[in-house]
């Protein structure tokens, strides 16, 4: 008999920290992300710069971010689970 089984306390445990992790995560990245939309959105009102210009620096600002955070993630995934 295997000592793994879906109903063991560690495993249950184990589920609901991933679950709060998740939900961190994705409540950050959407404050993150939301907050460069603003800064964004303000400085080039203010300036009244292209249209085009925003949204290049839209894309980049995400993708800079996406590529920063994803290494960070997976070397959080990389560490050994008790």
Do not use: H
């Not at 404050?31 to 949204?55: E, H, S």
């Not at 600002?61 to 560490?79: H, K, M, N, P, Q």
């Amino acid at each position: 008999m295997s000592s793994d089984t879906a109903d063991s306390p560690g495993r249950a445990g184990g589920t609901i920290k991933s679950v709060a992790n998740t939900t961190a995560r994705l409540a950050i990245d959407l404050l993150v992300i939301t907050g460069w939309v603003m800064l964004l959105t303000l400085f080039f009102l203010q300036n009244a710069w292209p249209r085009w210009a925003f949204y290049a620096l839209l894309l980049l600002g995400i993708g800079v971010y996406v590529t920063v955070t994803a290494a960070w993630r997976t070397s959080d995934s990389d560490e050994p689970t008790a």
